[in-house]
């Protein structure tokens, strides 16, 4: 049997210490590189800011087999090493692929000849075969990281989607010996393909979400409810148990709206027709702007005192990440109005707005006229409504997720997302 | 203080700007076709003299559909925005407002928003977004806001257009309110007074860039005619007639302009058809 490898990932990252932390609890000796020597420190000692279900604990489990560190000359010790750095996008979802690419250099020049190098960020297509090494010791591998998901995901991948020079040729024996470890398929094909494949998953999601937020937005208009008509979609082997089909409020993390910017990109340069990615980046623009649309359709002949509560800043549940959160918009919508807000992970953002954080749903909620519940945190579904509300002043509860029950709503005006 | 200048004062819009303009006691000078020919090469000249360095521009000078042939209308109103660029191209001036319309949008487009890619179905459409060109190029976007209202009504309305003032007039003087087709089509209408206020609102806080001008929510003509007849105390009959064109539908996501202007927020139809009747 192959020797069991030592893995390296460069980039103590939301995706490089999850599938870090992975490996270890996979069995494998796992080398965590970062330049960051404080973020090192901070790992040696057990601690990460990110927030994700089960990695703080399995990260301490698992302290034995993880090795941090901020030299180079460690990660020679490694047989794979991945590149696990995030790729920075700005507003228009355009990637800076600068970090990885020093990254790479980095890597490339402190790693043995013989080691293989994994490049595990979200590249565009035609990037890693541009990379200046044998091919044969380079690979891409789509990661399909979910925040919020990650360590269930990076434990149990559906599938590893494999970029190498040559897919007609076996699997480097030891790259094998990893991948085997999560008892998944493993898919090789050209680098191209599976840079591609990345993107193409993204796509199909953005397809699932923007076309469930368009129908949602009709049964608002028409007094239908997608709530009821998602179960029959569900049946639809076609379609599926888990295809993102619950209505939200857009694209949001700045992934899937990378990739449809990737493909826009490509298609422009080539010639090929992609109205229908850009559409989707129109179409969730639009949608992200729902919870604004509702508030000023409320905001009439205001009192001096005017003040609305925003539960949940984080773009979705399980994550600290604001990129791109329809909750950050809406507040900087928001005329000059006290704003009350309150997240139980982020505990602060850049703004200019009056904006005063509280320690507690209950205490945000106090005095607001309009209440927005604007990510769908376990701790807001479990929330005590009735008592919660009995201190609000006013009668509107803008809440897309439908956290709260219909039942307690009687005497307020509860709007949701896909309910007429 | 620097001062407003008007063009197209004595218009529908115009006039219930400078009463703000008076209200607020602003100086201004209010043109109009009677003191100044903006199709003329020498209104040029007279715009220069009058302009200072400092002054704010509000244009809502244009000829509009049915008073003249349409070629005739395109290109007077360029003729309008080219003079008024040059009589200012060497004043330093403090703010340009140009009311556009919501004719420079395609009629088939699903919600409109400020993102809407323009594509005028009409010679009237494309002189109003040719004009926006035109104030883009010579006017630095920090000085630059540009309104598109979509169909406006009000008490002094002189147009006469399909819509509400023309439903109100037919109502009141002969009974009866004619509608093309069964009046399927979503319209929104902006109050005279709404526009108004937005435009002094937009002056006064320096808004700079593209802001549709509507309610966000359109009614069907039948919902309009019917509210008119539900309103006026005498017997009033809705007629049909075969239609003219095709139905097309508009609706318009205000999320920019309410964000921008949250204490100018338009009143809905209901509301101003109630309040004029009420007069």
Not at chain 1, 213 to 228: P, Y
Not at chain 1, 299 to 327: M, R
Not at chain 2, 70 to 91: C, E, F
Request: aromatic share 8%.
């Amino acid at each position: 049997m192959t020797k069991k490898p030592v893995i390296g990932f460069a980039g103590m990252t939301h995706l490089g210490l999850n599938s870090a932390v992975a490996g270890a609890e996979k069995g494998f000796h796992i080398m965590c590189f970062d330049q960051n020597a404080e973020l090192i420190s901070e790992l040696q000692s057990g601690k990460t800011n990110i927030n994700e279900p089960d990695l703080s604990e399995m990260l301490n489990t698992n302290s034995e087999r993880l090795e941090f560190t901020s030299s180079k000359e460690d990660l020679k010790k490694c047989n794979i090493v991945y590149i696990s750095l995030d790729v920075p996008t700005n507003d228009k979802g355009a990637s800076d692929l600068t970090p990885v690419n020093n990254m790479i250099e980095l890597v490339n020049n402190s790693i043995s000849g013989e080691a293989l190098l994994v490049v595990l960020c979200q590249v565009p297509p035609g990037f890693t075969r541009s990379i200046n090494r044998n091919p044969a010791r380079l690979y891409y591998q789509v990661e399909t990281l979910i925040f919020g998901r990650a360590m269930e995901r990076a434990l149990h991948p559906e599938r590893y989607i494999i970029g190498c020079a040559e897919p007609s040729s076996p699997v480097h024996p030891l790259f094998s010996r990893f991948l085997e470890a999560y008892s998944c398929p493993i898919l090789p094909m050209r680098y191209e393909s599976a840079e591609l494949a990345k993107t193409a998953i993204n796509l199909f999601l953005a397809a699932s979400v923007c076309t469930a937020n368009s129908l949602a937005e009709i049964c608002e208009k028409i007094g239908a409810d997608w709530e009821e008509i998602i179960p029959s979609l569900r049946l639809d082997k076609r379609i599926g148990q888990h295809a993102y089909i619950k209505p939200g409020l857009g694209l949001s993390g700045g992934n899937i709206e990378r990739d449809l910017k990737t493909v826009s990109q490509i298609g422009y340069e080539n010639g090929a027709k992609v109205n229908i990615p850009m559409a989707y980046v129109e179409h969730s623009k639009y949608r992200k702007k729902w919870s604004i649309r509702k508030f000023f359709e409320h905001y009439d002949n205001p009192s001096e005192d005017f003040k609305i509560c925003v539960l949940g800043l984080a773009y979705k549940e399980n994550t600290h990440s604001i990129k791109n959160s329809p909750a950050v918009d809406l507040i900087e919508a928001m005329p000059d109005i006290e704003i009350n807000a309150y997240d139980p992970v982020v505990k602060n953002i850049d703004s200019a707005k009056k904006l005063k954080f509280h320690n507690s749903s209950e205490s945000a909620i106090k005095g607001a006229d309009i209440l927005f519940v604007m990510t769908p945190w376990n701790e807001f579904k479990e929330l005590d409504w009735q008592k919660a509300l009995i201190s609000m002043r006013g009668e509107v509860l803008i809440d897309p997720y439908r956290l709260i029950s219909h039942d307690i709503t009687a005497d307020y005006e509860h709007i949701v997302l896909g309910e007429g | 203080m620097n001062k407003v200048i008007v063009f197209g004062a004595s218009g529908f819009v115009g006039q219930t700007f400078v009463r703000i303009l008076d209200k607020e006691n602003c100086e201004y000078i209010a043109h109009s076709s009677k003191t100044i020919d903006l199709t003329s090469p020498d209104s040029v000249e007279k715009i220069a003299t009058t302009t200072k360095d400092g002054d704010a521009i509000i244009m809502l000078s244009a000829l509009t559909p049915g008073k003249d042939e349409s070629d005739r209308i395109a290109v007077n109103n360029l003729l309008m925005i080219r003079n008024i660029i040059s009589g200012i191209k060497d004043r330093n001036i403090a703010r340009f407002i140009y009311i556009s319309s919501d004719a420079v949008y395609p009629l088939t487009s699903d919600i409109i928003d400020e993102e809407t890619i323009p594509k005028p179905m009409n010679l009237y459409g494309y002189s109003h977004l040719i004009r926006e060109k035109f104030l883009e190029e010579y006017i630095s976007p920090e000085k630059l806001a540009i309104l598109r209202p979509c169909a406006i009504y009000g008490k002094n309305d002189t147009h006469n257009a399909y819509g509400i003032m023309r439903f109100i007039r037919s109502a009141q003087e002969s009974g009866d309110i004619s509608l093309f087709g069964g009046g399927e089509e979503y319209r929104d209408h902006i109050h005279v007074d709404d526009l108004a206020d937005i435009i002094f609102a937009s002056y006064k806080q320096k808004t700079t860039g593209i802001f549709n001008v509507a309610t966000g929510k359109s009614f069907r003509f039948i919902e309009i005619a019917e509210l008119i007849k539900s309103s006026i105390d005498k017997e009033i009959t809705i007629s049909f007639k075969p239609r003219a064109v095709p139905i097309f539908h508009r609706h318009v996501n205000m999320c920019k302009l309410w964000a921008n202007f949250p204490s100018h927020k338009p009143r809905l139809i209901d509301a101003g058809i109630m309040e004029l009747l009420e007069r």
